[in-house]
């Protein structure tokens, strides 16, 4: 028996949760070994419900952008920068990508890839597990 009010996915939903699991998974395994960047703490709680398990460090910490990226250059040789897309995210980025410059450009894709597979729906990182949990639609289960 289904057991929800969400429609079912079009094969094209489908696909396109497909590739965004694709890249999410691509993320967690960069992520053992590097930290991801966000902007604040629903971000972390999204990325850790897609199944992120290594370091991810918020931005809104206190300290000025200079200060920030000053320490994170110190303390790691690479970065993921996983800003929302829009336009505070975008100015963000374009302001940590110029100040972490050499640390970022091996996973600048994976923000890009993101951004394209939530297309127009969310601008945000945070969104990302409800706009999957639609793309994928109702899960079957077994009623008693």
């Given at each position: 028996?289904?057991?929800?009010?969400?429609?079912?996915?079009?094969?094209?939903?489908?696909?396109?949760?497909?590739?965004?699991?694709?890249?999410?998974?691509?993320?967690?395994?960069?992520?053992?070994?590097?930290?991801?960047?966000?902007?604040?703490?629903?971000?972390?709680?999204?990325?850790?419900?897609?199944?992120?398990?290594?370091?991810?460090?918020?931005?809104h910490r206190g300290a000025t952008l200079y200060d920030f990226?000053?320490?994170?250059?110190?303390?790691?040789?690479?970065?993921?920068?996983?800003?929302?897309?829009?336009?505070?995210?975008?100015?963000?980025?374009?302001?940590?990508?110029?100040?972490?410059?050499?640390?970022?450009?091996?996973?600048?894709?994976?923000?890009?890839?993101?951004?394209?597979?939530?297309?127009?729906?969310?601008?945000?990182?945070?969104?990302?597990?409800?706009?999957?949990?639609?793309?994928?639609?109702?899960?079957?289960?077994?009623?008693?």
């Amino acid at each position: 028996m289904l057991n929800s009010d969400r429609k079912i996915p079009s094969d094209e939903d489908l696909e396109r949760a497909e590739r965004l699991r694709e890249v999410l998974e691509a993320l967690a395994e960069i992520n053992k070994t590097v930290p991801v960047i966000v902007e604040g703490k629903n971000d972390v709680n999204a990325l850790r419900r897609l199944g992120l398990s290594g370091e991810i460090i918020t931005l809104h910490r206190g300290a000025t952008l200079y200060d920030f990226c000053e320490d994170i250059a110190e303390k790691f040789p690479r970065v993921v920068l996983l800003t929302d897309w829009d336009e505070k995210g975008e100015m963000l980025y374009s302001s940590l990508a110029d100040k972490l410059r050499g640390l970022i450009e091996d996973f600048a894709a994976v923000r890009g890839m993101l951004r394209m597979l939530c297309q127009k729906e969310i601008k945000d990182i945070e969104g990302i597990p409800r706009l999957l949990a639609r793309l994928e639609g109702p899960r079957l289960e077994i009623a008693d």
